[in-house]
């Protein structure tokens, strides 16, 4: 299973980045998804899950009403759109595949069996 993140950058605050995972090697559409973040110095923490059939989706707090998760199970991706960025959203952003089951665990990294490279968001003040 590979999975490959892309759509990080540099952008400033009040504004939008829109990160994708693509997935290969396996079909995932019955696994939970999730994107977890890690800034400097800090330990990686869950950002936001969808469902294996995307009508489940849970967000950490600090990004309720900003951050959208998605999925496209047709093509093995998935989608984070993130609007009115913070300078506290800057961090590696991993994309991760995890359990089929998803309560409980979906906020779990330890339940993630594969993770991408990871993305840099920068948000500046």
């Known amino acids: 299973v590979q999975l490959q993140a892309s759509g990080g950058g540099v952008v400033q605050a009040g504004g939008s980045l829109r990160l994708s995972c693509a997935a290969s090697?396996?079909?995932?559409?019955?696994?939970?998804m999730g994107w977890f973040r890690q800034a400097p110095g800090k330990a990686r923490e869950f950002v936001a899950a969808?469902?294996?059939?995307?009508?489940?989706?849970d967000y950490t707090d600090s990004v309720k009403g900003r951050f959208t998760i998605s999925r496209e199970n047709a093509k093995n991706t998935m989608s984070l759109q993130m609007n009115n960025l913070k300078p506290e959203d800057t961090a590696v952003y991993y994309c991760?595949?995890?359990?089929?089951?998803?309560?409980?665990?979906?906020?779990?990294?330890?339940?993630?069996?594969?993770w991408g490279q990871g993305t840099l968001v920068t948000v500046s003040s």
């Open positions: 969808v469902s294996g059939s995307g009508r489940s989706t």
């Open positions: 090697g396996r079909t995932f559409s019955s696994h939970t």
């Open positions: 991760g595949l995890g359990p089929i089951s998803y309560r409980p665990g979906f906020n779990s990294q330890d339940r993630y069996d594969y």
